[in-house]
Every structure is written in C-alpha cells, then in structure tokens.
C-alpha cells in the first residue's frame, strides 16, 4: 500500500486541505484498482461480496424496528427500461446490443420478520434482434420469466426516500431462432437450428425510491444477471412506478 502511495503522489508536499484530498483520492484509486483485479479473477466474487451487505446487521435496523409496528406493506407496479445484453451462444460469438424492455410486472412486500427486509418479484418479457456478421451469430430472441429477490433497505435519506439493495435468481424460457452467418456482402452462409432453453441466473440489484404521493412510490433500479449456463448475461436500468394496495 505505501508503495503504491509513493508511485502515484507525493503526500509530504501537499499542504493542508489539499494533502488529506490527495491521499483520499489515491486510496479510492487503490482500492478500485485492486476490486477491477479480484473482479476479472471471477465474477462470482463481485457478487458475493456485495450479498454479504445483506446480511450486515445495523443499529438503525433495529431501531427501526422498535420503533414501528410490522405492518404488511405490499405494492404492485409496472415497469420498462433498457437492458445491454450479451449472448453465450454455443455455436459461436454474438453481437452485444441494448434493447429496450417494454413489459415488466412487479410485485413487491416487507418481510414482517424484519422490517427492514423486503421481497421483490417481477414476471417480464423482452426480445431483441442481434445483426449477424461473419462471424457473429445473428439470431432473434424472445425471452420471459420471473425474477425474485430479497432485498434490504440500506440507505434512508429521508422518510419519502430509501435506498435498498437485493440479491436473487432469475429463471427464464428463451427461444433463439433465426439464427444464421453471414458474408461480407450480407448473404446468408450458414443457418443453425433454433433453439429453445429454460434458463437460470443469478442476480444483484439496487433501488432509488422516492414517495410521490401516500399510496404511489417511484422506483430507480439497477441490475445486474449472471448467466449460469449458455444464457443471457445482462445490465439493465428500469424506472419502476409502485402502488400501494
């Protein structure tokens, strides 16, 4: 850690202000400089860190707890955004693509156990249509499934804005068809079967909320799939509208 401090600033000259700025600047650096490391090692690690937030207890959280009663809080809502997918395609290499995710479903409650702890659930479809070249695989997709995760609140601005973070699976039926190469002219070379996969992933996520009025909540969210198999890995960013039943 010194030596990585003496490469990249010399502290001892900065005055001030500016010295503690510096040596926060070149710590953050650090760390982000070893987490890129230990994230191209694996993608699993990335991941299980952030799930052991989850689990991480606070004082506020009990607090919290104390002081309100464990009333059940459930929510449906509707959602879209776009997604930057990539395909693990047996038969070769595919284009990466965002695409837009027009039909998401969610369905959202607290845990009364713990009232910092909530599920969140969505049933969801996607498709999307990746070019084909003359080594990507073109290929149409249609995709839907149900994804469910346990979140927690770990982030209270105020009492009409919270911070949760989630971890969870997604299972999804996907079908690839019109799957196909082309030449440098655009013509087709070569067409593959379609295919047709029940498939499953892990997932994190993170969410912005907002109250805009007693019974409706705007929603943020983040997320990120592993695919476990030949799926789809994919980030995506939805805005979420909540109503509360």
């Given at each position: 850690?010194?030596?990585?401090?003496?490469?990249?600033?010399?502290?001892?000259?900065?005055?001030?202000?500016?010295?503690?700025?510096?040596?926060?600047k070149?710590?953050t650096?650090?760390?982000l400089?070893?987490?890129q490391?230990?994230?191209?090692?694996t993608?699993?690690l990335?991941?299980?860190?952030?799930v052991?937030i989850?689990?991480?207890?606070?004082d506020?959280?009990?607090?919290?707890?104390?002081?309100?009663?464990?009333?059940?809080?459930?929510?449906?809502?509707?959602?879209?955004g776009?997604a930057?997918?990539?395909?693990?395609?047996?038969?070769g290499?595919?284009?990466?693509?965002?695409?837009?995710?027009?039909?998401?479903?969610?369905y959202?409650?607290?845990?009364?156990?713990?009232?910092?702890?909530?599920?969140?659930?969505?049933?969801?479809?996607?498709?999307?249509?990746?070019?084909a070249?003359?080594?990507?695989?073109?290929?149409?997709?249609?995709?839907?499934g149900?994804?469910?995760?346990?979140?927690?609140?770990?982030?209270?601005?105020?009492?009409?804005?919270?911070?949760?973070?989630?971890?969870?699976f997604?299972i999804?039926?996907?079908?690839?068809?019109?799957?196909?190469?082309?030449?440098s002219?655009?013509?087709?070379?070569?067409?593959?079967?379609?295919?047709k996969?029940?498939?499953?992933?892990?997932?994190?996520n993170?969410?912005?909320?907002?109250?805009?009025?007693?019974?409706?909540?705007f929603?943020?969210?983040?997320?990120?799939?592993?695919?476990?198999?030949?799926?789809?890995?994919?980030l995506?960013?939805?805005a979420?509208?909540?109503?509360?039943?």
């Open positions: 850690m010194e030596d990585y401090l003496k490469n990249n600033t010399n502290i001892g000259s900065v005055p001030g202000i500016k010295k503690y700025k510096v040596k926060n070149v710590l650096n650090f760390l400089n070893r987490i490391k230990w994230c191209v090692t993608n699993l990335l991941p299980a860190i952030l052991g989850l689990f991480i207890p606070t506020h959280a009990y607090a919290e707890a104390i002081g309100m009663s464990a009333i059940a809080t459930p929510h449906i809502g509707y959602a879209a776009v930057y997918v990539n395909v693990d395609d047996p038969d290499p595919t284009d990466r693509a965002w695409i837009f995710k027009p039909f998401t479903l969610v959202t409650d607290k845990i009364t156990t713990g009232i910092n702890y909530r599920y969140w659930a969505e049933l969801y479809y996607q498709e999307t249509t990746l070019d070249s003359t080594t990507n695989v073109g290929q149409f997709i249609k995709q839907y149900i994804r469910l995760s346990m979140q927690r609140k770990i982030w209270k601005i105020s009492d009409d804005w919270h911070t949760w973070f989630g971890a969870g997604d999804a039926n996907t079908k690839y068809e019109d799957r196909h190469l082309v030449d002219d655009g013509f087709l070379t070569t067409r593959f079967d379609d295919r996969e029940l498939e499953f992933g892990a997932l994190i993170i969410n912005g909320e907002i109250s805009l009025a007693r019974n409706v909540v929603s943020a969210k983040a997320e990120q799939v592993f695919a476990t198999g030949n799926g789809i890995d994919s995506s960013f939805s979420v509208f909540l109503y509360r039943l």
